[in-house]
């Protein structure tokens, strides 16, 4: 014990930024042990383990925390939040006693807002009610709470119930490859969805390069952590206010083709301050008779809930109510009244935001944030009115089979492309042979035949592109986020797989001759080919334009027709 004490000073912290996914600006660091090594262990995990079996763990870990707050605090930069990885077992140990990190704080003079507990899935609480009483107290001392690696345990869900968590921290495990890899993609897409509507935010964990980056930020992933924005530093003065300089933030220009929100659907409820009081509260609603609720904020204006006037009724209507309200004591009881709420980034869209409302049950409506902060409440009238209008013009204008869009938004799509200089990669998709398979099997198998292309395009390509149905066994595709070469290689699995599909609407005969006979367009019987369906691919850069492009594409789709190259796949660029 002794040796491990006296060598504490060894050690030391590396800090890593947290950054806002759209805009680049830094939000936290997370504190990360380095050199155990110089303490004997090669892991930290190791080290954890030795000082939890030795009865240190507590000693130890308050030791870690002054060591990291006193480093953080050189860093510098106003509102930063700074997360501290907390050993679970640290709260089971026979000396845990509250309240040592909030006089650290005092000492040190940091805000206890600015700190947020990282905790893991790897270690289960037997006392469960113990653990909930104890996260509780930290949430009234005023810090957040992280689940670390959420995903890589059995007990992630569970803990995310019980802790009442701020935050989320997707595993790299699932952030690595996400961009290829679909089942990650569907699992982040989901547990985002879930978080947001709790009113958590997220984190993804390991973000190295700019094919994740674009795929969590089409996910709606809040923060990004990884080598692609720093690698982790022993320097402070590494530390940079914003991150907006770096490439991948400066150049993506791609676009949303989800409706902006009209704004005149958002009202601006004025907020109530997490400082307030009780009495504070009571005078808020009494001059806001109208508000049945108010959104909460903290001093940055970041939105941390909302508290509605049913939760407080008992005490201010109660004989003492009003004088208790103003008694100091009670002030800390505010927080006990917050809940968390759904909440949308503006920059998501309608789509987005109808998406979320429709898997909530009970709430009043949305709170839209702007870059994290607070920015104003769609109401459930105005999600109604927004769910109206978005479906009445989906069905102005989309094919009446398929549900896709149509020419309009075609139109509208390359129009933005083209005068806003967007990389892209354009695909035309035509099916071969579909006039004598619709003459001999019907226009209903016809219908079948564009119906299993249409999902698989819809079941394979990201939301974030865009799928268009031209008409007829005509569609169309543009790519915002794929590379020539990951468009191709697409290109060809979805050729593959709908000659596979489409076979079950052949005869048991036709399928083994691996042909048809049908009439052409002269009346004369012939052999023609299953279906199958070829492609012509155009990439458009910053040296294209609209006039080129319908000239190339007009010469690709003929030479797609002729099998020039494998997979019936003709290039322009």
């Known amino acids: 014990m002794t040796n491990i004490v006296s060598n504490i000073d060894k050690l030391d912290f590396a800090f890593q930024p947290i950054v806002n996914t759209y805009s680049g600006k830094i939000f936290a660091v997370e504190a990360l042990i380095r050199n155990t090594h110089y303490l004997g262990f090669n892991e930290i995990s190791d080290f954890f383990d030795y000082i939890y079996r030795k009865e240190m763990l507590f000693e130890i870990d308050n030791i870690l925390r002054e060591k990291a707050l006193k480093k953080y605090k050189k860093i510098g930069i106003k509102d930063l939040k700074l997360f501290y990885n907390v050993d679970n077992r640290f709260f089971t140990v026979k000396d845990f006693k509250l309240g040592t990190t909030f006089k650290l704080l005092q000492k040190l003079d940091i805000g206890a807002d600015k700190l947020c507990f990282e905790l893991t899935e790897h270690f289960k609480f037997d006392d469960q009610k113990l653990f909930v009483d104890i996260i509780n107290s930290y949430k009234k001392y005023g810090y957040s709470i992280a689940i670390d690696d959420f995903g890589t345990g059995i007990s992630g869900l569970h803990l995310l119930y019980i802790s009442d968590t701020n935050y989320i921290k997707i595993d790299k495990f699932f952030i690595q490859n996400i961009n290829i890899d679909h089942k990650k993609k569907l699992f982040c897409a989901s547990l985002v969805d879930m978080a947001h509507i709790m009113g958590i935010k997220v984190i993804a964990e390991g973000v190295e390069n700019i094919a994740e980056y674009y795929t969590c930020k089409d996910l709606k992933i809040d923060f990004i952590q990884g080598y692609l924005v720093s690698k982790p530093t022993l320097n402070v003065e590494d530390i940079k206010k914003s991150y907006t300089k770096l ?168 129009h933005t492309v083209f005068s806003e200089n967007l990389y892209s990669n354009i695909v035309y998709f035509d099916f071969n042979d579909f006039k004598p398979f619709n003459d001999k099997y019907g226009f209903r198998q016809g219908d079948r035949a564009i119906l299993i292309f249409s999902e698989l395009l819809q079941k394979t390509i990201s939301s974030e592109n865009f799928i268009a149905h031209i008409g007829g066994d005509d569609f169309f595709i543009g790519f915002l986020d794929k590379t020539y070469e990951e468009v191709y290689e697409i290109v060809k699995v979805l050729m593959k797989t709908f000659k596979i599909n489409v076979s079950s609407l052949y005869s048991q005969e036709d399928v083994n001759r691996k042909y048809i006979i049908a009439k052409d367009r002269f009346g004369v019987e012939r052999s023609f080919n299953l279906l199958s369906v070829c492609a012509a691919i155009v990439e458009i850069n910053e040296k294209a334009s609209e006039e080129k492009f319908n000239e190339m594409l007009g010469k690709i789709k003929k030479q797609s027709k002729l099998y020039s190259l494998p997979y019936g796949i003709s290039i322009g660029v």
């Open 247 to 414: 490439k991948f933030f400066k150049e993506d220009k791609r676009v949303s083709f989800n409706n902006k929100i009209d704004k005149s659907y958002i009202e601006r409820i004025e907020p109530i301050s997490d400082s307030s009081t009780l009495h504070d509260l009571f005078i808020y609603f009494k001059e806001h008779t109208r508000n049945t609720f108010v959104p909460v904020v903290d001093k940055n204006s970041n939105i941390l809930g909302a508290i509605y006037e049913v939760d407080i009724k008992k005490i201010s209507y109660s004989q003492y109510g009003l004088a208790l309200s103003k008694n100091d004591s009670f002030r800390a009881k505010l927080k006990h009244f917050i809940k968390p709420v759904p909440q949308i980034d503006i920059k998501w869209g309608i789509d987005k935001a109808l998406e979320i409302f429709h898997m909530m049950n009970d709430a009043k409506g949305i709170y839209v944030t702007k870059e994290n902060k607070y920015y104003g409440f769609i109401s459930l009238n105005n999600l109604l009115s927004l769910s109206y209008k978005r479906n009445l013009e989906i069905a102005q204008n989309q094919n009446p089979l398929t549900k896709l869009p149509g020419n309009k938004q075609i139109e509208v799509f390359l």
